[in-house]
């Protein structure tokens, strides 16, 4: 009796199912087996599988074909494992995405390995993702590259990195080019790196140690 | 793990927090500031976690009185306990286990959720069917949340209305991962009974 | 089969649940005069100084001081530079031959690079528009998680979304059909599936 007094005020609420055009993004059962090996591969070496039905996701909503979102997704794992070996040990799923981001962009693996070596454990991330916004926003991902690891390697914090990011959108913005604008700020970011109170106080410029240990990774400065 | 027949792929990404709505984000900086003492801050922090606070233990107590009277007692005691965060952990996870501990202590005292259980529920006057895309009234949650162990409710309304990871509702509930996951799906599969039988009966007639 | 997810059909009651309760700024007073009176109680004391030996900070007792005294501006500044990308620190541009400009040392806690949410603001505009929605790579791609709302009869829409700090690749949906990207925003190429988005770096 419960039961049923509750499927009436259910009833008279809850209404139909939504229109087909605003469900949520569902993928059919063959296009879910096409993905099934690439998607048990990645889980199975222990890649974040988010990113990858995001990426499956997306073709679906973009309409695109299942071949191409099957090389979509397939590629996209490729590109985290890669990420992934390159940011060893230890990378968060988050540095492995950010990773995948930059190498699809063009930054090469050697970069990612150099970022990995001075900045611990779930910090490599955000440089990693300014390299690729700035290559997005006009500079060639090489430059972009260069620019921010040598940033990295002189001890630049995330939120100097971020405010780099924020300088270079604010001159394109007003009309300059972007590889000139990254230019002319990375060697403002660089005075101010080697500014003498910050030489005094300043963060670590050696190598962080390849054990890091788990959990959080905060730079500390190490007084001279 | 891996199965003979292919797995139906979710839209929502597993064990990642869910995006949620707030109308304000409370900075690290005011967070550690508050942590350290300052009243400002903490009044601020206050300000930033209430609605949420509320929105949970209403649902878990079904009584706004009640629920205040919770979410005011969690905050005496975030207070108290806050030199001791530490970071390693989310914030609201942090704050979810102490809410979710004194809701769990208030639902003990209480006598009004009883309505749901009772045999009056036939004389529930029914809802009015003004409705708008959807929309849901206030009754109807309870009825559906009704239909759930308080386990089962408050393991679903951390994962998909506060976004708490997986990990994080097994430390708020001071179970395994895998626990919570089973009270998840039994709540979304009671709840989709709950609807299936909403819409089979308003077929019917 | 475990199935944890929410589906169409739990979407509306979902939806329903995560609306937050009307805030009562009196409520928040509430709550602030009982943690005054606890703190008037006798372990506050003792709670106090527990507070201020755990932490290095001789100079935050200090500073709380002055912070309480300066009042309400404070923390409304506060409030808006953690969530504003505009006005993030900027680094001084130097063209060749220009002076070297005086600038204060960095901060080299690093502790923004840790896993944290970030409020961010989306807004477009659409006089088409009966109803709009967020995509990316954030939700899912799924229309139906984030809907836009309208700024009273305007032709303003927006929304504001919790993300993890990092690079988002998003669109807008208008009308459950037209694809839309961002005007003011970074616009990628899409190599995956040609339909182009829209890229924010949210820190």
Request: with cysteine; charged share 25%.
């Given at each position: 009796m419960r039961r049923a007094s509750i499927a009436v005020l259910l009833a008279l609420a809850l209404?139909?199912?939504?229109p087909a055009s605003s469900q949520a993004v569902k993928l059919d059962s063959s296009l879910s087996a096409a993905l099934s090996p690439t998607l048990d591969a990645a889980r199975a070496d222990g890649l974040p599988d988010a990113p990858l039905f995001a990426k499956a996701q997306e073709g679906v909503l973009k309409r695109a074909p299942r071949e191409r979102i099957v090389g979509a997704v397939a590629a996209l794992a490729d590109r985290m494992r890669a990420a992934r070996a390159e940011l060893a040990p230890n990378a968060t799923d988050h540095e492995i995405i950010a990773g995948a981001e930059a190498l699809a962009v063009g930054v090469s693996g050697q970069v990612l390995r150099t970022v990995r070596l001075y900045r611990p454990?779930?910090?490599?991330a955000m440089p990693l993702e300014v390299m690729a916004h700035l290559a997005w926003r006009g500079v060639a991902p090489v430059q972009a590259a260069d620019a921010i690891t040598r940033a990295v390697v002189g001890g630049a914090t995330t939120a100097q990195l971020v405010a780099l990011d924020a300088s270079v959108r604010q001159d394109v913005e007003s009309g300059v080019a972007p590889p000139v604008a990254l230019t002319s700020r990375t060697r403002g970011l660089t005075l101010q790196l080697q500014a003498p109170s910050n030489r005094a106080t300043g963060a670590d410029v050696a190598p962080q140690s390849m054990s890091s240990s788990p959990g959080a990774g905060r730079v500390r400065p190490r007084k001279p | 793990m891996t199965a003979a027949r292919p797995r139906l792929l979710r839209a929502i990404p597993n064990n990642r927090p869910a995006p949620i709505e707030v109308p304000v984000v409370l900075s690290r900086e005011t967070l550690l500031s508050a942590r350290d003492g300052d009243p400002v801050a903490f009044a601020q922090l206050v300000r930033t976690y209430y609605p949420r606070c509320l929105r949970f233990a209403q649902h878990l107590l079904s009584s706004r009185e009640d629920a205040e009277e919770c979410v005011q007692d969690t905050f005496v005691r975030v207070h108290r306990a806050?030199?001791?965060?530490?970071?390693?952990?989310?914030f609201d996870a942090w704050l979810f286990r102490i809410l979710a501990n004194r809701c769990r202590t208030a639902r003990r005292r209480?006598?009004?959720?009883s309505l749901f259980h009772s045999a009056d529920l036939d004389r529930v006057t029914p809802i009015s069917t003004s409705r708008v895309d959807g929309f849901v009234a206030r009754d109807e949650i309870w009825h559906a949340l009704a239909g759930l162990t308080e386990e089962q409710r408050e393991a679903f309304l951390l994962r998909?209305?506060?976004?708490?990871t997986y990990e994080d509702i097994a430390a708020v509930a001071g179970i395994a991962v895998t626990a919570v996951r089973m009270r998840v799906s039994r709540a979304c599969a009671r709840l989709r009974d709950t609807i299936n039988e909403a819409d089979a009966e308003r077929r019917n007639r | 089969m475990q199935n944890d997810e929410i589906d169409s059909s739990l979407q509306p009651l979902v939806d329903r649940l995560r609306e937050l309760p009307e805030s009562d700024p009196r409520a928040v007073k509430r709550v602030l005069a009982r943690v005054r009176q606890d703190d008037g109680r006798p372990n506050a004391r003792r709670r106090a100084l527990r507070r201020y030996f755990s932490r290095r900070s001789g100079w935050w007792a200090a500073a709380a001081v002055v912070v309480a005294a300066a009042g309400v501006t404070l923390f409304a500044r506060a409030a808006v530079q953690s969530s504003n990308y505009e006005s993030a620190t900027l680094i001084p541009a130097v063209s060749d031959g220009a002076p070297t400009p005086v600038v204060p040392a960095a901060d080299s806690d690093d502790s923004l690079s840790l896993e944290r949410l970030v409020a961010r603001k989306f807004t477009i505009e659409s006089s088409q528009a009966r109803q709009v929605s967020l995509v990316g790579d954030f939700n899912q791609?799924?229309?139906?998680?984030h809907r836009l709302h309208r700024e009273g009869k305007t032709a303003t829409w927006y929304i504001t979304v919790q993300l993890p700090a990092g690079l988002h690749k998003y669109a807008f949906i208008v009308n459950d059909s037209v694809w839309t990207t961002d005007p003011s925003a970074l616009r990628t190429v899409d190599r995956d599936f040609g339909v182009t988005s829209s890229l924010v770096l949210v820190q």
């Amino acid at each position: 009796m419960r039961r049923a007094s509750i499927a009436v005020l259910l009833a008279l609420a809850l209404g139909v199912a939504p229109p087909a055009s605003s469900q949520a993004v569902k993928l059919d059962s063959s296009l879910s087996a096409a993905l099934s090996p690439t998607l048990d591969a990645a889980r199975a070496d222990g890649l974040p599988d988010a990113p990858l039905f995001a990426k499956a996701q997306e073709g679906v909503l973009k309409r695109a074909p299942r071949e191409r979102i099957v090389g979509a997704v397939a590629a996209l794992a490729d590109r985290m494992r890669a990420a992934r070996a390159e940011l060893a040990p230890n990378a968060t799923d988050h540095e492995i995405i950010a990773g995948a981001e930059a190498l699809a962009v063009g930054v090469s693996g050697q970069v990612l390995r150099t970022v990995r070596l001075y900045r611990p454990r779930g910090t490599a991330a955000m440089p990693l993702e300014v390299m690729a916004h700035l290559a997005w926003r006009g500079v060639a991902p090489v430059q972009a590259a260069d620019a921010i690891t040598r940033a990295v390697v002189g001890g630049a914090t995330t939120a100097q990195l971020v405010a780099l990011d924020a300088s270079v959108r604010q001159d394109v913005e007003s009309g300059v080019a972007p590889p000139v604008a990254l230019t002319s700020r990375t060697r403002g970011l660089t005075l101010q790196l080697q500014a003498p109170s910050n030489r005094a106080t300043g963060a670590d410029v050696a190598p962080q140690s390849m054990s890091s240990s788990p959990g959080a990774g905060r730079v500390r400065p190490r007084k001279p | 793990m891996t199965a003979a027949r292919p797995r139906l792929l979710r839209a929502i990404p597993n064990n990642r927090p869910a995006p949620i709505e707030v109308p304000v984000v409370l900075s690290r900086e005011t967070l550690l500031s508050a942590r350290d003492g300052d009243p400002v801050a903490f009044a601020q922090l206050v300000r930033t976690y209430y609605p949420r606070c509320l929105r949970f233990a209403q649902h878990l107590l079904s009584s706004r009185e009640d629920a205040e009277e919770c979410v005011q007692d969690t905050f005496v005691r975030v207070h108290r306990a806050l030199h001791r965060y530490e970071e390693r952990e989310r914030f609201d996870a942090w704050l979810f286990r102490i809410l979710a501990n004194r809701c769990r202590t208030a639902r003990r005292r209480l006598t009004r959720w009883s309505l749901f259980h009772s045999a009056d529920l036939d004389r529930v006057t029914p809802i009015s069917t003004s409705r708008v895309d959807g929309f849901v009234a206030r009754d109807e949650i309870w009825h559906a949340l009704a239909g759930l162990t308080e386990e089962q409710r408050e393991a679903f309304l951390l994962r998909h209305v506060e976004g708490l990871t997986y990990e994080d509702i097994a430390a708020v509930a001071g179970i395994a991962v895998t626990a919570v996951r089973m009270r998840v799906s039994r709540a979304c599969a009671r709840l989709r009974d709950t609807i299936n039988e909403a819409d089979a009966e308003r077929r019917n007639r | 089969m475990q199935n944890d997810e929410i589906d169409s059909s739990l979407q509306p009651l979902v939806d329903r649940l995560r609306e937050l309760p009307e805030s009562d700024p009196r409520a928040v007073k509430r709550v602030l005069a009982r943690v005054r009176q606890d703190d008037g109680r006798p372990n506050a004391r003792r709670r106090a100084l527990r507070r201020y030996f755990s932490r290095r900070s001789g100079w935050w007792a200090a500073a709380a001081v002055v912070v309480a005294a300066a009042g309400v501006t404070l923390f409304a500044r506060a409030a808006v530079q953690s969530s504003n990308y505009e006005s993030a620190t900027l680094i001084p541009a130097v063209s060749d031959g220009a002076p070297t400009p005086v600038v204060p040392a960095a901060d080299s806690d690093d502790s923004l690079s840790l896993e944290r949410l970030v409020a961010r603001k989306f807004t477009i505009e659409s006089s088409q528009a009966r109803q709009v929605s967020l995509v990316g790579d954030f939700n899912q791609w799924n229309p139906r998680q984030h809907r836009l709302h309208r700024e009273g009869k305007t032709a303003t829409w927006y929304i504001t979304v919790q993300l993890p700090a990092g690079l988002h690749k998003y669109a807008f949906i208008v009308n459950d059909s037209v694809w839309t990207t961002d005007p003011s925003a970074l616009r990628t190429v899409d190599r995956d599936f040609g339909v182009t988005s829209s890229l924010v770096l949210v820190q």
